[in-house]
């Protein structure tokens, strides 16, 4: 599940989480404790918690930083700049989980800390039914890592951001947009994490996503249509927004395609153009169409129907009065015939993609990141899972996706990246455009639901063209597709090829009570489905 | 304890004021206790409790702002703090469109504290849980639930002379009780200000009850049916209107609220004439608070009477550029209805579908208001008056506009999410597929 309301001026609101305090910008730039006071400080809580009883310890050393910078036409909104640090304990004692949080980053505050975290897991041991089993992590020793960025987006000056983003919106005025909100969010996670398995490990993550959203208005007619970047979050420092004319794909009808590098002020040119002839386009009909999807809509197709229901914590039941179970269940899984989608359809999950939000070189319970199977030629073969579940589905050791949103929160499973593998034969988009007589060819993210067990979605994009002959004919407008997830993914008829391949995100992505926000990216190549069920939205009110 | 009595909040906003040397100066400090206790397949998973209180200081040179926080009160971090925000201000770039801070207002007295909630304790929370799982244990049921209280205060002031002070007490609870075979789910959500007034075991036995009458739900066709919606139901839907009723995007012609030619709907009428929404902080049911984040007194505020729009929501800025009343939106708001219960309304009901919630609502087209989203924990066929069989779920795609000009019947309004919403019957409610989620 996505946190909602990315769009006119909801960027501004209290869907957006802020962690932590507001911060002068320099302080940003400031190092932080050092390692060795870190590890000092971590064994203070190892041996606090082991001398209360507690059989496994971890700690967690956190300084989040966030910059946010809000815009709309000639104005700068607001700029957030904040920090949060503080240590995070987790214990297993009487085989319960007990998790406690402290400001107070001091061997005094963390040892008290470290305390109170054991008590809890003893308290709630009493209602406990199922002890905790986790699987086996060998210590690590003293390591560390660090996103390889080429500019830190926290020294590049705010002035600089501003001055894009004003160039965003003037361009995106001069060619027919009404209005335009644009938006540049950066973070970064300075995470020092140890256990008593013996792993002391530093690292220091960054993430950007650069976004807007143009509006265009005939205030005659009383309509109004917006268009939303194509861009992607990304596991990158500033170097993003370089718009490198070596990661650009070009598209069919003037489109662009973007890689690791995103020219921000071409896509708004685009985008004012493309929400202006939005305006005048025709409405659907509704019906079957095979649909012809663009890697920066079908990411999050891929996030609902195939991440969320494979995440085993939902399978299990834990997020039932939340974000729900899942489809997916084991004896689905166990049978190893289980068709989730057609012989195409190869599903990846990693964390250690390059330029991507789910990699680092470590989780945040210390396990080693790395790459496995979901879906292999259209069999369910695995899930995501955590030291505490791997036994659960026979695994020897964690995937390693776990994940805490800030120092005081606690850990839990967390979604990797999850990818579809591109096709193994050549084919560009335009050649698989030629293939179709009567489709749509979808791009971008726009509406998205899907039910609490994942079978039946509802999808709209941000820009649509009709296919007939094999060709492009025009824009249309009020296009949703519809359908169950399993019939969806076996609808997989073809593949464009690596040279197409690019990654989506979604920046906020929200699961648990209290809720918390993570990254993920999705990669894929523009992919072919038959036959999917189109409705027309257009309503009168 | 977090909580500080609104004297001594004043002593400090006074001590951090007179540090400034801004043109003007605002002061906000919060704090209090919040804790949790979240369950799944019958046992706890976590709980956790903590306890905040910080101060943020916004300081104002001509048109430009800039704010900075602390969590410590001593006199010397009370400076650093003003001095950091009148930094941040003199860097900040000029915001055209800035509105000098309000002097002294009057606020009303909302009466959302109570002493219990405030006492809540970590063994509270795990009778809570304990009356929530046992009886499900008992009938071979799933529970899964969350608990979430929290003890607060605001308070506020500003270089201009204004000062505001306000405490709160709330508890959310949600329960999804799941049979053990995972044919039927049940779900049921709760939020009170008086800890004293919930019952999780109450609750729980709701969501029961919904579990085990949902099994072996049949299929029906999509399409255009009659639908009594829960008020757990309808709050969704109803709170996206409500959030969507600003004047500036309906002034700019990107709102529901706008019209063709340029003009806005204000004044029109766009609902069933049984329609009447209003906000009251002072309402004992559901009392919200005196101020809204900027210092603007929350008073009572009719949005829509007899299906015409009366008012809209404005920013300080855009209600000077337009010469009206800066009504800031409502923090909760009251739907009217009549004495009927929900029972009444099945009794009344010769064909149609009883709706527990709706899930995964997202907006579709924002010019219409269309949503999509499905039903879930509960949606059952109703034929002449009486509940006759569970159904599966349905995806829907309806615009609460519509919904409410397809007005049948409007029920008793109950509490849910911080506003009042009567359970209410709804002809030609659209569904479009089917889910085989449970």
Redesign the interface.
């Known amino acids: 599940m996505q946190l909602s309301g990315l769009g006119i001026g909801a960027l501004m609101g209290a869907s957006i989480p802020v962690l932590g305090s507001a911060v002068s910008v320099e302080h940003l730039l400031e190092p932080g404790a050092d390692v060795a006071m870190k590890k000092k400080l971590a064994d203070v809580a190892l041996n606090a918690a082991k001398s209360k009883g507690a059989t496994y310890t971890d700690v967690r050393i956190g300084r989040y930083l966030q910059q946010f910078l809000f815009t709309r036409e000639t104005r700068v909104q607001n700029i957030t700049n904040a920090e949060s640090y503080g240590v995070g304990i987790r214990v297993i004692a009487n085989g319960t989980w007990g998790f406690s949080a402290t400001s107070d980053v001091t061997p005094n505050g963390i040892a008290k800390c470290a305390e109170t975290a054991v008590a809890i897991a003893k308290a709630n041991a009493k209602l406990q039914t199922e002890p905790v089993v986790l699987a086996p992590q060998k210590g690590v020793g003293e390591v560390s890592w660090k996103t390889p960025l080429k500019k830190n987006a926290f020294e590049i000056p705010i002035q600089e951001k501003i001055d894009l983003l004003m160039k965003v919106n003037s361009e995106a005025m001069k060619n027919g947009a009404g209005f335009v909100t644009s938006n540049l969010f950066f973070v970064n996670e300075q995470k020092y994490f140890a256990s008593t398995d013996g792993s002391y490990i530093d690292q220091d993550v960054h993430r950007i996503w650069p976004t807007f959203t143009v509006t265009a208005v005939d205030k005659g007619a009383g309509k109004f249509k917006t268009r939303d970047a194509l861009s992607s979050p990304m596991g990158m420092g500033y170097e993003y927004l370089d718009g490198l004319e070596t990661e650009k794909i070009a598209g069919p009808n003037g489109l662009v395609g973007y890689r690791s590098s995103y020219d921000m002020v071409e896509d708004a040119i685009l985008a004012a153009k493309q929400a202006k002839e939005k305006l005048t386009v025709k409405s659907v009909q509704s019906g079957k169409y095979d649909l012809v999807l663009d890697p920066n809509h079908l990411g999050l197709t891929i996030h609902e129907s195939v991440g969320h229901p494979t995440e085993l914590d939902r399978v299990l039941g834990y997020e039932a009065n939340y974000a729900g179970t899942s489809f997916a269940t084991l004896d689905k899984w166990k049978t190893k015939t289980f068709n989730y989608g057609s012989k195409l359809v190869n599903i990846v999950a990693d964390k250690t993609q390059p330029y991507t939000l789910g990699t680092v070189g470590y989780d945040d319970e210390g396990v080693p990141c790395k790459e496995w199977d979901l879906i292999k030629d259209g069999i369910l073969v695995n899930y995501q899972a955590i030291r505490d579940q791997a036994s659960i589905i026979g695994e020897k050791e964690s995937h390693g996706c776990c994940y805490a949103d800030n120092w005081n929160s606690v850990q839990f499973q967390r979604m990797p990246n999850v990818s579809l593998k591109p096709g193994t034969e050549k084919r560009s988009v335009q050649d698989m455009i030629k293939g179709v007589d009567k489709g749509i060819y979808i791009i971008g993210r726009g509406s998205y639901s899907i039910d609490q067990q994942r079978y039946n979605f509802q999808f709209g994009g941000q820009l649509f063209y009709e296919i007939k002959g094999g060709e492009i004919v025009g824009m249309l407008d009020d296009v949703a597709y519809q359908a169950n997830t399993q019939e969806f993914w076996n609808s997989c008829a073809q593949l464009c090829d690596n040279d197409d391949y690019r990654t989506f995100g979604s920046f906020f992505d929200g699961k648990g009570q209290p809720s918390q926000i993570s990254a993920v990216s999705h990669g894929c190549a523009t992919t072919r489905f038959n036959g999917v069920n189109v409705i027309n939205t257009g309503r009168k009110i | 304890m977090a909580i500080l009595t609104k004297e001594e909040a004043k002593k400090i906003i006074d001590k951090v004021l007179a540090y400034s040397k801004a043109d003007e100066t605002s002061v906000n400090i919060s704090g209090g206790r919040t804790g949790?206790i979240?369950?799944?397949?019958?046992?706890?998973?976590?709980?956790?409790e903590?306890n905040d209180l910080?101060l943020?200081v916004t300081a104002v040179f001509g048109k430009r702002s800039g704010?900075?926080?602390?969590?410590e009160f001593d006199d010397q971090s009370l400076e650093k703090t003003v001095r950091?925000a009148e930094?941040?201000a003199r860097?900040?770039?000029e915001?055209?469109?800035y509105v000098p801070m309000l002097g002294p207002q009057n606020y009303l007295n909302t009466n959302a504290y109570a002493e219990s909630t405030a006492k809540i304790d970590?063994d509270f929370r795990?009778k809570a849980?304990?009356d929530s799982?046992d009886p499900c244990r008992k009938k071979n049921l799933?529970a899964?639930?969350?608990l979430?209280d929290s003890a607060g205060f605001s308070a506020i002031g500003n270089s201009k002379g204004l000062v505001g002070y306000s405490k709160a007490t709330s508890v959310d609870f949600?329960?999804?009780v799941?049979t053990a075979d995972?044919t039927g789910?049940g779900y049921a959500i709760r939020d009170v200000n008086d800890a004293g007034t919930l019952s999780t075991k109450a609750a729980t036995e709701v969501a029961m009850q919904k579990a085990l009458a949902s099994s072996a739900a049949r299929a029906l066709e999509p399409g255009k049916y009659t639908v009594i919606l829960e008020p757990a139901a309808a709050i969704d839907l109803l709170q996206n209107m409500m959030r969507s009723m600003?004047a500036r995007?309906a002034d700019?012609?990107?709102s529901?609220l706008?019209?063709?030619?340029?003009e806005t709907r204000l004044g029109e009428k766009?609902f069933d004439e049984r329609v009447s929404i209003y906000s009251d902080p002072t309402n004992p049911e559901i009392p919200g608070s005196p101020y809204a984040g900027d210092g603007r007194p929350q008073e009572k505020v009719t949005w829509v009477e007899k299906g015409v729009v009366k008012n809209m929501t404005y920013s300080r800025y855009w209600a000077e550029k337009k010469g009206v009343k800066a009504t800031p939106p409502p923090s909760g708001f009251i739907l009217q209805g009549g004495t009927q219960s929900l029972a009444d309304l099945i009794k009344g009901t010769e064909k149609g579908i009883l709706v527990t919630r709706f899930?995964?609502?997202?907006?579709?087209?924002?010019?219409?208001?269309?949503y999509?989203?499905?039903t879930?924990d509960g949606t059952f066929y109703i034929e002449n008056g009486q509940i006759k069989f569970p159904v599966k779920?349905f995806?829907f795609?309806e615009?609460p506009?519509?919904m409410l000009n397809n007005l049948e019947a409007l029920g008793k309004p109950i509490r849910v999410n911080g506003s009042l919403i009567p359970p209410m019957k709804i002809r030609e409610f659209t569904f479009?597929?089917?889910?085989?989620?449970?």
């Open positions: 949790n979240r369950y799944a397949r019958n046992s706890v998973s976590t709980s956790g903590s910080s943020a704010t900075a926080t602390i969590n950091r930094e941040i860097l900040a770039p915001n055209s469109e970590p795990a849980a304990f799982i799933t899964a639930g969350y979430e949600s329960i999804t799941r995972g789910s600003d995007n700019e012609g990107r529901f706008s019209k063709k030619g340029g766009l899930w995964y609502i997202r907006a579709v087209d924002p010019q219409t208001l269309l999509t989203g499905l879930r779920n995806r795609n615009s506009i519509i479009t597929s089917l889910s085989d989620a449970v």
